[in-house]
């Protein structure tokens, strides 16, 4: 467990304003932090899907930040919200999840999460333990703190509303949901993406019209993924996993653009402030060579979620792959029901290395299908089959990361 770190309101406000998109208002953080003693920071989750990747890490890694600074950090899995779904930056109304769904993926968020959290200082709740017992009458009280103009300001509301897509009455009582959430912790500070803007200042708005000092609201930015346009997620696959494997996560952090280096140090890594600082500066006037800049970026992340042995292992499969186009040492076998000749996009299809034929041909004609760590594949134009004798226990290489060892 790493130990606590006493420092000053200005040293632990440079702390946790690194990354941050907006502490609104600042000045309020500035005097909560002033009192000296330790505040309530939330993040509320709605748990929609098992699985975490580094972009849900990074609101996770600033409450880490604040734990070591000595605060209380309250996590609290949004099990009640989740059956509304948040419609932030949504075009139309989320799928409903049954409380079954919201349990398992809940259970796999938390464990999760605590690669990052220090369980020890982590308080964790479920918001169902105060939305659920809430009466009808309970809620008339609380919606009669919001005005409708003032949850139609948000963004995706108002166009939703301009193309004629539907906005449920549930998804107009979101803001207020979360917002209780607030109340009920009585929180100083609450964490979101700057698409949660929105949802915090309801928060602090609830709190204030109940006679509560309100919470700061601080946002991050959203990670982009490894392709650098989009923001990380599966559904992109731009992803890194916080469970992949050692070399899987080292190869992605490795192909993100350089330009995206001194945000991902700032919002996925560990290193004090000053250090990540000298980082940028170093890259800015040539004194860091981006590789090797990177390299070490890789190794941060991959020791965060493994070990320092895994991120050594790791950084050498990678060399063996992208720098002396080898095979990896750990190639999965995979048995093939195959024709002869083999319809190459089938066999990639089959062996789990593409999605389908047609992204098979699109690998093959852009040269990113080897054998063996060879030349690329060149059949000629629109020709795809070949001897399964070329193919048979030989490694297969799609792309740069997805290996197999194809057998009939």
Not at 198 to 220: D, H, I, S, Y
Request: hydrophobic share 40%; aromatic share 6%.
């Amino acid at each position: 467990m790493r130990e606590r770190v006493v420092l000053s309101a200005a040293e632990q406000m440079n702390t946790i304003a690194s990354g941050a998109a907006a502490i609104v208002p600042e000045e309020a953080l500035r005097a909560k932090l002033d009192r000296g003693r330790p505040l309530t920071i939330k993040l509320g989750v709605d748990p929609t899907a098992p699985d975490l990747h580094l972009g849900h890490a990074v609101p996770l890694r600033k409450l880490r930040q604040f734990q070591d600074l000595g605060h209380t950090v309250v996590l609290i899995i949004g099990d009640f919200t989740a059956l509304i779904g948040d419609p932030s930056g949504r075009s139309t109304t989320r799928p409903a999840l049954t409380p079954e769904q919201v349990e398992a993926n809940a259970t796999t968020y938390i464990e999760q999460a605590f690669k990052i959290l220090d369980p020890a200082h982590t308080v964790m709740r479920r918001n169902s333990e105060w939305l659920a017992p809430l009466g009808f009458a309970d809620i008339l009280r609380l919606t009669s703190q919001f005005t409708v103009a003032r949850i139609m300001e948000r963004d995706d509301f108002q166009k939703r509303y301009r193309e004629g897509v539907g906005i449920s009455l549930h998804e107009l009582l979101y803001p207020m949901a979360q917002a209780y959430d607030s109340v009920a912790i009585e929180a100083d500070v609450e964490l979101g993406g700057t698409d949660q803007l929105f949802n915090l200042l309801a928060g602090r708005e609830l709190m204030e019209k109940l006679g509560m000092e309100p919470q700061v609201c601080l946002t991050l930015p959203l990670l982009e993924g490894t392709d650098g346009v989009q923001k990380m997620s599966k559904s992109y696959g731009n992803y890194v996993g916080l469970t992949d494997a050692a070399d899987d996560m080292f190869g992605k952090v490795m192909s993100i653009p350089d330009a995206l280096m001194v945000k991902y140090y700032r919002l996925c890594t560990t290193l004090p402030v000053a250090e990540v600082d000298a980082v940028e500066a170093g890259l800015a006037d040539g004194s860091l060579h981006p590789n090797a800049t990177k390299r070490r970026l890789a190794r941060e992340i991959v020791t965060l979620y493994h070990d320092v042995e895994s991120a050594r292992a790791a950084e050498e499969a990678f060399d063996r792959v992208f720098k002396r186009h080898e095979t990896p040492d750990d190639v999965p076998v995979v048995h093939i029901e195959h024709t002869d000749p083999a319809h190459l996009p089938a066999v990639l299809k089959a062996a789990g290395l593409v999605a389908s034929t047609s992204e098979g041909r699109r690998l093959i004609d852009g040269g990113a299908v080897r054998i063996d760590g060879g030349e690329a594949i060149d059949l000629g134009e629109g020709l795809y089959d070949l001897p399964w004798s070329v193919l048979e226990g030989r490694v297969l290489q799609a792309g740069k990361r997805r290996f197999v060892r194809v057998v009939g």
